[in-house]
């Protein structure tokens, strides 16, 4: 079974620009969640969805939005980038609960913003 | 919300002996408690995780105690090796609601094995 995949792998940006980041689940996986991982930060939960709803959000401001269609695939969106966006994005799929079902993570994509 | 606490942050040991990180959480209903390995440049991968009805697991020379009172669990590598040098990363569970969870990770603690 392929595993979790995210494109592009690195990205470079500059301040105020906008980024959309792409993730393609487990096949039959229909949960996806988002991180940021920052050095000495360890992962930072961004958002969670499922069957295309958003069903968690952490505590980061509304430039960072998401989406997910039909098939599971899921973006992320960035708009009016930071310096401090500067990061690896990592996108994990599980089949449905976090708590029954294994997490899996994509090889994830490292933004940097100049 | 859910807070994890993680330490150490780094860690040298050498090869051979073992190697314990502990982590601590707050929320009092959260019911399990995953570990993550990521080395160098990798995503991080499920190396072990824990249920709150079960207060020890183990996979060969890795295993994970879990105390519910205290509210901490523990990661525990034996006969370290080479191999088993990483960042790894401790989360828990918290309820957001309609009948869904969300990880909270720790910062991570990185192990370095001297050979």
């Known amino acids: 079974k392929a595993g979790v995949t995210q494109t592009p792998r690195y990205l470079i940006k500059t301040r105020g620009q906008q980024v959309t980041l792409s993730c393609s689940p487990i096949?039959?996986?229909?949960?996806v969640s988002w991180y940021q991982q920052t050095p000495g930060q360890g992962l930072q939960f961004l958002f969670e969805?499922?069957?295309?709803?958003?069903?968690n959000k952490g505590n980061f401001p509304g430039r960072f939005s998401g989406r997910q269609f039909s098939n599971s695939r899921s973006e992320m969106n960035v708009s009016t980038l930071e310096l401090g966006d500067s990061a690896l994005y990592l996108c994990?799929?599980?089949?449905?609960?976090?708590?029954?079902?294994?997490?899996?993570f994509g090889p994830g994509t490292r933004l940097t913003v100049l | 919300g859910e807070n994890v606490e993680q330490h150490p942050s780094t860690l040298s040991v050498q090869e051979g002996d073992s190697a314990v990180i502990k982590c601590t959480y707050s929320?009092?209903?959260?019911?399990?408690f995953p570990w993550y390995k990521q080395e160098l440049g990798k995503r991080p991968q499920l190396i072990i995780d824990?249920?709150?009805?079960?207060g020890e697991k183990k996979d060969q020379r890795i295993a994970v105690t879990l105390n519910k009172t205290a509210k901490h669990f523990s990661l525990h590598i034996t006969e370290t090796q080479p191999e088993d040098s990483a960042v790894y990363f401790c989360?828990?569970?918290?309820?957001?609601?309609?009948?869904?969870?969300?990880?909270?990770f720790g910062k991570g603690t990185k192990l370095s094995v001297i050979p």
């Open positions: 994990a799929s599980s089949f449905g609960s976090l708590v029954t079902d294994t997490q899996y």
């Open positions: 096949s039959g996986h229909r949960s």
């Open positions: 969805y499922f069957s295309e709803t958003q069903r």
């Open positions: 929320d009092s209903a959260s019911n399990y």
């Open positions: 824990i249920r709150s009805n079960v």
């Open positions: 989360a828990a569970s918290s309820y957001s609601g309609a009948g869904s969870y969300q990880l909270t």
